[in-house]
């Protein structure tokens, strides 16, 4: 993986947990991302007509990813309901890369030195450790814990349907770009149906919110696709997920989370495994 690779993929997680950021500060989450996917649609239509669509031996796997997000979606939007941004999102995003990382090795036969193997299992430890301490109530809150590993192991689905979709596809923007207006529907017709209210003050108390959420989720989602395309799955899901770093970050300063020793543990090691990643590439 070249440096310009990762640094991108980093400046991608960065944007990813200021996305989070928004849904967790959302009154109703479910709204929130309504109010988002609102907008992803738009993005997706206008990108549509600049990208021609993807092959049709590609649209089995975006349709397939395009569910399993929806899926991680919900899930997440439960979990935020019981738990800190930065205890919930941890336990989400941590699960995925030794999945991504194991299904990319036997489905696609892609293979990692046994330092990359290393660097991905120590960022998953520290990712995961970060959602061990207790949060701002004092208390690990199990049944978040319980549905944000659930959306975990969507997430890891969904990134190898997307991984291999896209390169069946064979250009980043035109795989995102379907990708979002699809997938921006598959979230927001059920939403309409299960919050049409709580939509509608959301776009009358945080419209902005949404023009800004999908706006990081499309750039966030063209450059994790794009670097899929020339380095190993894996190693692009580990340094997705260091996505925590950032949220840790924004749940201390901006939403005043008290974060405690091992999540500012968990945050260095992570952060040295992602040094560790590059030297093993």
């Known amino acids: 993986m070249s440096l310009g690779v990762l640094l991108a993929v980093l400046f991608a997680a960065m944007m990813h947990a200021v996305y989070h950021a928004i849904v967790k500060t959302g009154g109703d989450k479910i709204a929130a991302i309504g109010c988002i996917a609102t907008f992803e649609v738009i993005y997706g239509a206008i990108g549509s007509m600049i990208f021609a669509p993807p092959p049709l031996a590609a649209w089995g796997w975006l349709l397939g990813a395009v569910a399993l997000q929806t899926v991680y979606r919900f899930f997440t939007c439960y979990a935020y309901r019981l738990g800190d941004l930065s205890?919930?999102?941890?336990l989400a995003r941590g699960t995925a890369p030794l999945l991504v990382t194991a299904g990319s090795a036997?489905?696609?036969?892609?293979?990692?030195?046994?330092?990359?193997?290393?660097?991905?299992?120590?960022?998953?430890?520290?990712?995961?450790?970060?959602?061990?301490?207790?949060?701002?109530?004092?208390?690990?809150d199990l049944a978040a814990g319980g549905v944000a590993i659930a959306s975990g192991v969507a997430v890891a689905?969904?990134?190898?349907?997307?991984?291999?979709?896209?390169?069946?596809?064979?250009?980043?923007?035109?795989?995102?770009?379907?990708l979002t207006l699809t997938g921006g529907f598959a979230f927001l017709i059920p939403a309409l149906i299960l919050r049409p209210r709580a939509i509608a003050e959301t776009f009358r108390t945080r419209w902005y919110s949404g023009p800004l959420g999908a706006a990081f989720s499309a750039a966030t989602y063209w450059i994790v696709i794009w670097a899929m395309t020339w380095a190993p799955i894996g190693m692009v899901s580990a340094l997705r997920e260091t996505t925590v770093i950032f949220a840790v970050i924004i749940g201390i300063v901006v939403l005043k989370e008290r974060p405690g020793p091992v999540r500012l543990t968990a945050v260095t090691v992570t952060a040295l495994s992602i040094a560790l990643l590059k030297l093993a590439a």
């Open 106 to 140: 036997i489905w696609l036969h892609e293979t990692l030195t046994i330092g990359q193997f290393f660097a991905i299992f120590l960022i998953t430890a520290g990712i995961m450790t970060l959602a061990l301490s207790r949060n701002s109530r004092g208390r690990i």
């Open 157 to 178: 689905a969904y990134s190898i349907f997307d991984g291999v979709g896209s390169r069946i596809t064979g250009n980043s923007g035109s795989y995102v770009w379907w």
């Open 87 to 90: 205890q919930v999102m941890p």
